[in-house]
């Protein structure tokens, strides 16, 4: 049992939510390239503080079947440094009825995050320090019905994420 407890340790951080922030869709509210741009993570902090972000998401509340319409993810940056988006994560359930089509600045991969079943969109694009970076997904309603569930701003790392709440009735 001694040899696992530190594996059942992170596991438990991992459930309690270690390192994330929670916030709401109405809080207060330059392309870094790929990875191998950095030799490390240990230039960014790697905790965050809600006092030094702020976070807008604005989804669609009503769409119809085949509408096309945006969903703008704002991030502020209030650290004298800059910061790196790493991934924006939404709920599969949610995309069950909006379909993503693309976004800018553009992701350059998708993958099913399975501990929460959201898909990843990552970006790895600068949040410039004393700045903000807006992502602004296109999308189409392909399905009635209300559709809701997580979006996740994840900052320097995939596990430094603040977690939002979204929904959008599509008729």
């Given at each position: 049992?001694?040899?696992f407890?530190?594996?059942?340790?992170?596991?438990?951080?991992f459930?309690?939510?270690?390192?994330?922030?929670?916030?709401?869709d109405?809080?207060?509210?330059?392309?870094v390239?790929?990875?191998?741009?950095f030799?490390?993570?240990?230039?960014?902090?790697?905790?965050?503080d809600?006092?030094?972000f702020?976070?807008?998401?604005?989804?669609?509340?009503?769409?119809?079947?085949?509408?096309?319409?945006?969903?703008?993810?704002?991030?502020?940056?209030?650290?004298?440094?800059?910061?790196?988006?790493?991934?924006?994560?939404?709920?599969?359930?949610?995309?069950?009825?909006?379909?993503?089509?693309?976004?800018?600045?553009?992701?350059?991969?998708?993958?099913?995050?399975?501990?929460?079943?959201?898909?990843?969109?990552?970006?790895?694009?600068?949040?410039?320090?004393?700045?903000?970076?807006?992502?602004?997904?296109?999308a189409?309603?392909?399905?009635?019905?209300?559709?809701?569930?997580?979006?996740?701003?994840?900052?320097?790392?995939?596990?430094?994420?603040?977690?939002?709440?979204?929904?959008?009735?599509?008729?």
């Amino acid at each position: 049992m001694k040899k696992f407890f530190p594996l059942f340790a992170v596991f438990a951080l991992f459930l309690m939510g270690a390192g994330c922030a929670t916030v709401s869709d109405d809080s207060t509210s330059s392309d870094v390239g790929d990875i191998s741009e950095f030799d490390s993570f240990e230039d960014f902090d790697l905790t965050l503080d809600l006092d030094d972000f702020t976070v807008d998401i604005d989804v669609p509340e009503l769409l119809a079947v085949g509408e096309d319409t945006e969903i703008i993810v704002t991030i502020g940056n209030a650290k004298d440094e800059d910061q790196v988006l790493d991934s924006i994560d939404i709920a599969s359930e949610y995309l069950k009825g909006i379909e993503i089509t693309s976004s800018s600045p553009e992701y350059f991969e998708t993958y099913l995050v399975e501990t929460d079943g959201t898909i990843s969109h990552t970006f790895l694009e600068t949040i410039p320090a004393n700045g903000e970076l807006q992502v602004t997904f296109s999308a189409t309603a392909v399905e009635a019905g209300l559709f809701s569930g997580d979006l996740d701003i994840c900052i320097n790392t995939g596990w430094n994420c603040f977690f939002g709440d979204i929904a959008t009735m599509v008729q």
